[in-house]
């Protein structure tokens, strides 16, 4: 086939215009696109590439935020490693993560099943979704009160099993434990919502096609329900992870210096202590260095081990 003439490669005078109109359009288009994602790129260079980027040259270095910076190269990190303190923070952070995320998702998915089945939801929506949108500081006060010693759940254990009333926030034993419920009962609202949102996107057919098939409720569930929902509960212990990795403000408000005995010390309240309280930025950033580290490992071991456990739609059979 011969090539095409150069008159057909050259655009005629009367289409020329038209792309110059496009080409106008395209570039005023583009305009109004940055200036609408502007705002937000200035904020996440201000507020999130800076501030990472200051940490990370501060982790290598030591400085109290009025003398001159001194370069002392991994120090930071191995000081860090070594403290005992670090070490006991970690721990505690990960029972909270391994108590708190198994129990809430595994709830939000009963209830969102029990919330499937009624045709008026709304009122146990809002409910279960107060917690969400209610100030974190606001809740661990209200839980604060119910954890003392004389507050309405000691009483109440005591009455049930005729025993001293505990008192949650002064028993090493008991404040992780009231930590973790705490946290459970904040995020709760949020995994139901999600998960009844996935439950009510599953087909009708499917579940209708496995009824005839002779499946029974939990059947049904284990079956059906549950691996067509595993990629949001993936999602969601993601999220609940990295979120229970993060624990700081439940912990400042509920108990007192992530007592007692730090037994509620969390990483993130100990670089608070080292950055806000100590002025030791260096060790501070160190700390916050790890806990990345530390985050994205959570993470990609979860993203690996979902191949076993996550089954999508469009998977082939």
């Known amino acids: 086939m011969s090539a095409p003439s150069i008159e057909a490669r050259v655009p005629s005078s009367s289409t020329a215009p038209a792309l110059r109109k496009e080409a106008a359009w395209r570039r005023r288009d583009r305009r109004w696109g940055y200036l609408f994602v ?45 403290d005992p303190l670090f070490g006991r923070a970690i721990l505690n952070t990960l029972l909270i993560a391994l108590i708190t995320v198994p129990i809430g998702l595994g709830l939000a998915v009963v209830i969102a099943v029990a919330l499937e089945r009624l045709k008026t939801r709304t009122l146990y929506l809002v409910l279960f979704f107060a917690p969400v949108v209610t100030s974190t500081v606001a809740v661990a006060m209200i839980w604060q009160q119910i954890f003392r010693g004389d507050g309405m759940l000691s009483a109440a254990i005591s009455k049930t099993f005729g025993i001293a009333p505990p008192d949650w926030l002064q028993d090493p034993r008991l404040a992780l434990i009231a930590v973790c419920i705490v946290t ?72 007192a210096k992530g007592g007692p005995d730090n037994a509620t010390r969390t990483i993130v309240y100990h670089i608070y202590e080292l950055g806000m309280r100590d002025f030791k930025f260096g060790l501070s950033s160190a700390a916050s260095i790890i806990l990345l580290l530390l985050t994205l490992v959570i993470t990609a071991i979860q993203f690996a081990a979902q191949k076993k456990f996550v089954h999508y739609e469009d998977d082939p059979a």
């Open 38 to 82: 502007g705002p937000q790129l200035i904020g996440m260079g201000l507020f999130v590439l800076l501030p990472f980027t200051a940490s990370l040259v501060l982790a290598f270095a030591k400085w109290d935020g009025l003398g001159a910076l001194t370069w002392v190269g991994l120090d930071n990190f191995g000081k860090e490693v070594s």
């Open 184 to 255: 459970i009962w904040s995020s709760l609202g949020l995994n139901v919502v999600i998960f009844l949102a996935g439950l009510q996107n599953i087909s009708p057919a499917v579940i209708e096609a496995a009824r005839i098939d002779g499946a029974g409720a939990w059947r049904l569930f284990t079956a059906i329900r549950l691996p067509l929902l595993s990629p949001i509960v993936f999602f969601s212990s993601v999220i609940a992870f990295i979120s229970s990795l993060q624990t700081f403000d439940t912990v400042y408000v509920l108990v």
